[in-house]
């Protein structure tokens, strides 16, 4: 385990069930939003942690997950879900917003854990992690090898090992580190569903 995993394996402790993060570069903040539905600028700026509880607030009110916090991390803007997100895995929006440069994802849930990354509105490489699996990366994409003795050293494990690797490689694709000082910063509050009660 190099020292960036070990680092992440830190900052995945800061989510819950699901883990939604998503990396553009080639988009400035407001074109990302606008990806991701979301309308005007709420005006609103929130942490991860803020971001959790106004993200529940709003899902109870939406009756699903519709929030995200946005921002500046070096060229690319980095967009962190809260519990249930799952947005930014989406392929058509992976597609939208790598379509003048790239983007990565990192998804974890319940029941499927994923990275993606997206070149030119190309899928590049897609893991899949497989739980108690002697093979636990399915890669498929048009370079599925791409990340080479990366992931061949991935030996598996729990949903959180994950977590921790695909955030390494993010920040092996992007040069760029998630900070706890970047989660734990005000952030653009996105919010893709009209709540008039909220």
Not at 112 to 136: G, K, M, N, W
Not at 164 to 171: I, P
Request: hydrophobic share 40%; with cysteine; aromatic share 12%.
């Amino acid at each position: 385990m190099n020292e960036a995993e070990e680092y992440y394996r830190d900052v995945v402790g800061y989510f819950d069930e699901t883990m939604c993060v998503t990396w553009c570069e080639g988009l400035d903040l407001d074109e990302v939003a606008v990806v991701f539905g979301s309308g005007r600028d709420t005006g609103r700026r929130f942490d991860v942690i803020e971001a959790e509880n106004e993200g529940f607030e709003a899902r109870e009110v939406a009756g699903v997950a519709c929030s995200a916090i946005a921002g500046a991390l070096g060229s690319w803007v980095v967009v962190v879900e809260p519990t249930y997100g799952d947005t930014g895995s989406d392929h058509e929006i992976l597609r939208d917003l790598s379509a003048r440069g790239r983007a990565f994802n990192v998804y974890s849930g319940v029941n499927s854990h994923s990275l993606d990354y997206y070149v030119a509105s190309r899928p590049v490489t897609i893991l899949q992690f497989r739980e108690l699996s002697d093979d636990p990366l399915i890669r498929q994409g048009d370079e599925p090898y791409l990340f080479g003795e990366l992931a061949d050293s991935f030996p598996g494990g729990r949903p959180s090992d994950f977590r921790a690797f695909a955030l390494m490689l993010a920040e092996h694709v992007t040069r760029v580190r998630l900070t706890h000082d970047w989660l734990f910063d005000k952030h653009r509050w996105l919010l893709w569903e009209d709540l008039d009660d909220y």
